[in-house]
């Protein structure tokens, strides 16, 4: 499916940046088509303008005395040697040719159809024309000095030009196609790195999905094979089959926070989740969760101790930095034995709030202290899960960190125990 889009987005970029090329070098070819056209027509119009005597070719233009500094004005881009290259035709008011620079005139016909236009108008044409076979640029205007009336016509052979055009085309047409080459590869790289993320998410998806249905089965499967159990003992009562009712109570409340926990996860996922920015009072937070997790402490002989600096304000969420502190303690009760020891630390320091939770129970292993806090991932999948663990505590515990541009991580080691470390920004910009 990702190669199909690869090579359709690459063809996508291909076409964009091509057509982006070819405009680009349709402008430039333009202006120099112009910028040769405009200065020829001048040169041509100041080439009549020096005709004073219909029996005389004009010295245009004017061979230079000395050394020409700075000719901005005749030097077109060709460099055309106009000297040698311009010709003159001039007529009387019949049409007869009175003087030119050629030595015969080729195709008069022609030259006599222009001519005749112009003095109808009395007024001038310039155009691109085939004479003899040849493509010139001429001018054919109406001359009337002096008392003499008349028609001169100076034109040039653009073979020049076009050899010139011819060969700023072929470069254009070969560039092209090597930067068609250059933008394909180009394409595919920038088509790579814009799939890149919908790649990674795509797979995160995928990979959700299929770990949720396997996470919602289990609960599912234990609840239908202590409910069979159940429907065997017909003639029991439901005091002889608590055991079986309570092993299904138990996994409906494992199915109930697994559900919550997916819910908030898409959520996260789609940017979904409302969040409040209010000031309230950490330390008193902290104080609660502490007492409601105190029997539970309790009733694993664990030893629980808190110290908790009094009244540190902050800023956020109070819902979601409650239920930070929760997944961290709920976490130290699952994962540490009877008769162990848990204590919960929070303070300020500069601008952040330190929570700690330390406890001496089973560690967790050096390979899996990074992958603890990915989705899904629990340290022994089979043994925590009886834990009525969902390997989703830790991956919204580091969400909710992340909100508040703080940190989180944990110092572990296997039989020893784990000291989580949570810094949280108090005051965000
Ligand atoms: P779970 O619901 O399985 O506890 P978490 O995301 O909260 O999911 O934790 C992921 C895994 O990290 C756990 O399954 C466990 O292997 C490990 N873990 C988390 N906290 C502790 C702890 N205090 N001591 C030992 N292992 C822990």
């Given at each position: 499916?990702?190669?199909?889009?690869?090579?359709?987005?690459?063809?996508?970029?291909t076409i964009v940046l091509v057509v982006l090329v070819a405009i680009y070098s349709f402008i430039v070819y333009g202006f120099i088509y112009?910028?040769?056209?405009?200065?020829?027509?001048?040169?041509?119009?100041?080439?009549?303008?020096?005709?004073?005597?219909?029996?005389?070719?004009?010295?245009?233009?004017?061979?230079?005395?000395?050394?020409?500094?700075?000719?901005?004005?005749?030097?077109?881009?060709?460099?055309?040697?106009?000297?040698?290259?311009?010709?003159?035709?001039?007529?009387?008011?019949?049409?007869?040719?009175?003087?030119?620079?050629?030595?015969?005139?080729?195709?008069?016909?022609?030259?006599?159809?222009?001519?005749?236009?112009?003095?109808?108008?009395?007024?001038?044409?310039?155009?691109?024309?085939?004479?003899?076979?040849?493509?010139?640029?001429?001018?054919?205007?109406?001359?009337?000095?002096?008392?003499?009336?008349?028609?001169?016509?100076?034109?040039?052979?653009?073979?020049?030009?076009?050899?010139?055009?011819?060969?700023?085309?072929?470069?254009?047409?070969?560039?092209?196609?090597?930067?068609?080459?250059?933008?394909?590869?180009?394409?595919?790289?920038?088509?790579?790195?814009?799939?890149?993320?919908?790649?990674?998410?795509?797979?995160?998806?995928?990979?959700?999905?299929?770990?949720?249905?396997?996470?919602?089965?289990?609960?599912?499967?234990?609840?239908?094979?202590?409910?069979?159990?159940?429907?065997?003992?017909?003639?029991?009562?439901?005091?002889?089959?608590?055991?079986?009712?309570?092993?299904?109570?138990?996994?409906?409340?494992?199915?109930?926070?697994?559900?919550?926990?997916?819910?908030?996860?898409?959520?996260?996922?789609?940017?979904?989740?409302?969040?409040?920015?209010?000031?309230?009072?950490?330390?008193?937070?902290?104080?609660?969760?502490?007492?409601?997790?105190?029997?539970?402490?309790?009733?694993?002989?664990?030893?629980?101790?808190?110290?908790?600096?009094?009244?540190?304000?902050?800023?956020?969420?109070?819902?979601?930095?409650?239920?930070?502190?929760?997944?961290?303690?709920?976490?130290?009760?699952?994962?540490?034995?009877?008769?162990?020891?848990?204590?919960?630390?929070?303070?300020?320091?500069?601008?952040?709030?330190?929570?700690?939770?330390?406890?001496?129970?089973?560690?967790?292993?050096?390979?899996?202290?990074?992958?603890?806090?990915?989705?899904?991932?629990?340290?022994?999948?089979?043994?925590?899960?009886?834990?009525?663990?969902?390997?989703?505590?830790?991956?919204?515990?580091?969400?909710?960190?992340?909100?508040?541009?703080?940190?989180?991580?944990?110092?572990?080691?296997?039989?020893?125990?784990?000291?989580?470390?949570?810094?949280?920004?108090?005051?965000?910009?």
């Amino acid at each position: 499916m990702f190669k199909k889009l690869h090579l359709k987005l690459t063809l996508n970029i291909t076409i964009v940046l091509v057509v982006l090329v070819a405009i680009y070098s349709f402008i430039v070819y333009g202006f120099i088509y112009r910028g040769n056209k405009n200065p020829a027509q001048l040169i041509l119009r100041e080439a009549v303008s020096h005709v004073s005597d219909l029996n005389e070719i004009p010295d245009y233009p004017p061979k230079p005395k000395r050394f020409p500094k700075n000719n901005h004005k005749t030097v077109n881009i060709f460099n055309l040697k106009f000297n040698k290259d311009l010709h003159y035709v001039l007529r009387n008011t019949d049409l007869t040719i009175t003087a030119t620079t050629l030595d015969e005139v080729f195709d008069d016909d022609s030259l006599k159809k222009y001519a005749l236009k112009v003095l109808k108008t009395k007024g001038s044409l310039t155009i691109t024309t085939e004479i003899n076979e040849e493509s010139v640029r001429m001018i054919t205007a109406y001359i009337n000095k002096n008392g003499i009336e008349g028609i001169a016509q100076v034109f040039y052979n653009r073979d020049a030009e076009i050899f010139f055009m011819t060969r700023l085309m072929t470069t254009f047409i070969t560039i092209g196609l090597l930067s068609i080459i250059v933008l394909v590869i180009i394409s595919w790289y920038l088509a790579k790195k814009a799939l890149e993320p919908i790649k990674k998410s795509w797979q995160q998806q995928k990979d959700f999905v299929a770990d949720a249905s396997h996470e919602l089965r289990t609960p599912l499967t234990v609840i239908q094979t202590n409910l069979e159990v159940l429907e065997s003992c017909e003639n029991e009562t439901i005091a002889d089959n608590k055991q079986w009712l309570d092993n299904a109570y138990a996994e409906t409340r494992v199915m109930s926070k697994l559900i919550d926990d997916l819910l908030l996860l898409a959520k996260i996922d789609a940017k979904q989740v409302a969040l409040e920015q209010k000031e309230f009072n950490i330390s008193k937070i902290a104080v609660e969760v502490s007492a409601q997790m105190y029997p539970l402490f309790k009733k694993k002989s664990i030893v629980f101790t808190t110290s908790i600096v009094d009244s540190i304000n902050f800023n956020g969420d109070e819902t979601r930095i409650k239920q930070l502190i929760i997944v961290l303690l709920e976490n130290a009760l699952k994962y540490t034995q009877e008769e162990g020891k848990v204590s919960l630390t929070l303070e300020k320091k500069d601008n952040k709030v330190i929570i700690l939770v330390e406890d001496n129970g089973i560690g967790i292993a050096h390979e899996d202290k990074e992958r603890i806090f990915d989705r899904f991932y629990r340290a022994d999948k089979a043994r925590f899960r009886e834990e009525g663990g969902t390997g989703l505590g830790l991956s919204i515990a580091s969400w909710i960190t992340s909100l508040y541009d703080g940190a989180i991580r944990v110092e572990s080691e296997i039989g020893k125990g784990s000291k989580f470390h949570v810094e949280l920004k108090i005051y965000r910009k």
